[in-house]
């Protein structure tokens, strides 16, 4: 077995790679690696939830029997986001928390990932044992019977819980707020639009009628059109997009102009700052974030540090330094103050906070940033694990990169979610990064074969 744990979490096409005998081995691991982790002997309780997906109810039993079989309880958490999982497992007190979701992965993925009692995914030594254990052979660890075996139950308040956190975490008044949101037909279909209207805003909701297999498709984060015309439509003040479990966010200002995390960060730096609650005076992107965070963030005398692609590796960046705010351009935002994940509900009430305490339009704040021209560009391939090692490949990202000069950037790297790899190139002119970029996708599609 090669490694199941990838950047975030378990994943696959649901029922091929990520089969319920998987799921269910993942429980019974993770049973054990938690039941060796408490310290009174007692029997653990881990919470599961999951994201709309038609895949995600077969997974959620399979996880759920396995963890049971060796011994632990479970609480079904039902629908709920990502984030919502990472607060729930300390609000709750359990031993553990599980996630089924593909985040913005087509509706035929999903995955799996865990976090440990504090609210953070569990760190990598755990991820290593619980592999080890799905690789022994059967019975691969105990199996109690009678009363020690784990018992199964549904929790009814899951949501209602998180809300109630999302609130009392960021207490914004926002009566007199116009707002369209698009869940994605997601994780969050219910608890936004909630979230925004007991605080007092006026919603209009998009995409909130999941069917199992409508999750992120022409719709959420990864496609912001219908909610850039919805805001100028409803003559909102702003919009707010999620992915398939909501730890991310793109924003819209009231003429229906993206707000990207990049943006996000530099408005909410600046913003922390000046009231003395950015700690180190720093922030915490990755190589993908646009050079005009780093141009504007210096002005305001606020350094950006640069971690590999990933929220694990922004976190892991953040703590090492004792920083409060990092974050991805994609959306994922993390506020260590308020939580321990990047929380794309979190993350839209932190962007209305800064709007009300500074009684500006988002519009005004996104110009606070101005870009670097970026060109990205996605690649499907079949063997992406090959990219470090093709010479071919290697050889046109350098010569990209000499073209570009001192005045720009390339960056390529395989996904660690999908088979996918991702070009990224900076620089002044962007016809030239267009040119550059098809340059060098085409050398990876023929060296790395086309999914």
């Given amino acids: 077995m090669g490694r199941l744990f990838g950047t975030d979490g378990v994943r696959g096409v649901a029922n091929r790679e990520l089969t319920p005998e998987l799921a269910f081995q993942l429980g019974r691991a993770v049973a054990q690696v938690v039941a060796r982790r408490r310290q009174d002997g007692g029997r653990p309780t ?20 396995g963890l049971a079989s060796a011994g632990c309880d479970v609480e079904l958490l039902g629908v709920v986001p990502t984030p919502g999982v990472a607060a729930l497992t300390g609000l709750l007190g359990l031993s553990a928390g599980a996630v089924i979701s593909a985040s913005h992965n087509p509706a035929e993925d ?3 990932k865990f976090f440990g009692p504090d609210g953070y995914k569990l760190p990598d030594e ?20 009678g009363r020690d075996v784990g018992r199964i139950r549904r929790r009814d308040d899951a949501n209602e819980r998180y809300i109630q956190f999302l609130v009392e975490k960021v207490p914004v008044d926002l009566r007199g707020f116009r707002l369209v949101v698009d869940c994605a037909n997601g994780a969050a279909y219910r608890t936004t639009p909630e979230v925004f209207r007991r605080l007092g805003a006026e919603v209009i909701a998009l995409n909130v009628e999941p069917d199992g297999h409508n999750i992120n498709v022409g719709c959420g984060s990864t496609h912001p059109e219908a909610l850039q015309r919805a805001v100028v439509e409803y003559g909102a003040h702003a919009g707010f997009a999620h992915d398939g479990d909501a730890d991310r966010l793109i924003a819209a200002d009231a003429q229906g102009r993206l707000v990207d995390g990049d943006r996000t960060l530099a408005i909410c730096a600046i913003h922390m700052a000046e009231r003395g609650l950015l700690t180190g005076n720093a922030v915490v992107a990755t190589k993908y974030s646009n050079l005009g965070l780093t141009q504007t963030l210096a002005k305001h005398g606020l350094e950006v540090i ?47 906070q ?17 870009e670097v021209p970026q060109h990205l560009v996605n690649v499907r391939v079949a063997h992406k694990e090959q990219l470090a090692h093709s010479a071919a490949c290697q050889e046109a990202i350098r010569a990209a990169g000499e073209r570009l000069g001192k005045s720009g950037r390339i960056f390529v790297r395989a996904s660690g979610t999908e088979p996918v790899v991702r070009i990224l190139l900076e620089g002044e002119d962007p016809e030239l990064l267009r040119t550059l970029a098809d340059e060098v996708a085409g050398v990876i599609r023929q060296e790395l074969g086309e999914a």
Avoid: Y
């Fill in 46 to 65: 881990v919470g599961i939830g999951r994201d709309t997906r038609a895949s995600g109810e077969m997974l959620e039993a399979a996880l759920a029997a």
């Fill in 110 to 112: 999903n995955g799996i």
């Fill in 126 to 145: 755990d991820e290593l044992a619980i592999e080890s254990l799905c690789e022994a052979p059967s019975p691969n660890g105990p199996r109690p019977i």
């Fill in 306 to 352: 640069a971690a590999d692609a990933g929220d694990r590796q922004v976190l892991a960046a953040m703590l090492e330094r004792g920083l409060v705010l990092g974050g991805e351009q994609s959306g994922h935002v993390i506020f260590l103050r308020e939580t321990t994940t990047g929380d794309g509900i979190l993350t839209a009430l932190k962007l209305l």
């Fill in 354 to 370: 800064v709007m009300q305490e500074r009684q500006a339009p988002l519009g005004e704040l996104r110009d606070w940033m101005d």
